[in-house]
């Protein structure tokens, strides 16, 4: 029965909604705004950097915690459950009825955990994608197809490297509309702030006109 304490302790974690409790704190709804995702990016582009900043650290630390407990349990592969249920938890949490993020956070702090060698080239792949694009979806695109490499190349354990291919095409899939952006050229790129004015503006003519 560990797996199912891992299981759920994972899930549970991986629900809770940052991006969307740090809009709260602004009395605004994240899903509203911007490209209405609950990550660290929209957060950012759409409140600030502090609020980012704060999403980005606890969605990478329920990740960590999920893999840690898994491990501390029992083994690798209860880690790579932790780490698996935490990715799922935060991708389709209940708490918003199973309409969340995309991962890249919650997978830095499972990748973080598993091998720090790897974390540190994935950072520093996503950063040099970034500050060349100023795509932050490719930056993450990029260093999520990476990791996977990296794990096989780098010979570590095969619940760790089973992870890394499921974890980043989870990633990857859940950025396709952002793929079809990219391809189209119409992708947001890091530094263009949201008008929140605006926003709410269009936001009350979409409410006026479904009345």
Known sequence: MEWLKVLFV????????????AGKLYKLDIRNYGSGNIGFTNVMRVIGFGPAA??????????????WYGFNIGSESLAVLGALAAMVGHNWPFTLKFKGGRGVATGFGIILFMTFKITFLAVLIWFIVVILTRYVSLGSITAAFFVPIAMYLFDKPQPYIIFAFTGASIVIIRHWANIKRLMQGNENKIGNKINLQREEEDERNRDFRCR
Not at 55 to 67: E, H, M, P, Q, R
């Open 10 to 21: 994972g899930y549970l974690l991986g629900s809770i909604p940052f991006g969307y409790l």
């Open 54 to 67: 704060f999403v980005l650290f606890f969605d990478a630390l329920k990740g960590y915690i999920s893999t």
